[in-house]
């Protein structure tokens, strides 16, 4: 099999707080039920298309009394940026969360153009 390497292809990454409700009583902390937080992050460069984007958790600080239930993932992904999601439901507590993410995809090139 051969693999073919896009030389336009560039990645950028990032560390970033999605919420920290454990001092001031915030919903995630002291809520139940389903309970949803976004973060909006913006590329150092926009892409030429919007690029592949993984996110994971870097800090996880969470109750431990009742089972640990939660989703994390990017949605809205654009050639700008794209939304860190985290969900949580039922009696999880969750104190602080932080991701890390990593975004893959093709930079643009002087040489691009759109023809309407």
Do not use: Y
């Amino acid at each position: 099999m051969k693999r073919l390497r896009n030389p336009r292809t560039g990645v950028d990454q990032g560390d970033v707080g999605v919420f920290s409700d454990f001092e001031d009583g915030g919903e995630m902390w002291t809520g139940s039920g389903p309970r949803e937080r976004r973060r909006a992050v913006q590329f150092s460069a926009a892409f030429a298309r919007p690029p592949a984007v993984q996110v994971s958790v870097s800090l996880w600080d969470m109750d431990t009394s009742a089972a640990i239930r939660a989703e994390l993932v990017a949605e809205n992904i654009t050639c700008e940026g794209f939304e860190v999601v985290f969900r949580t439901w039922a009696d999880s507590r969750a104190a602080r969360l932080r991701a890390a993410w990593m975004a893959i995809g093709e930079l643009p090139h002087a040489d691009d153009w759109d023809v309407d």
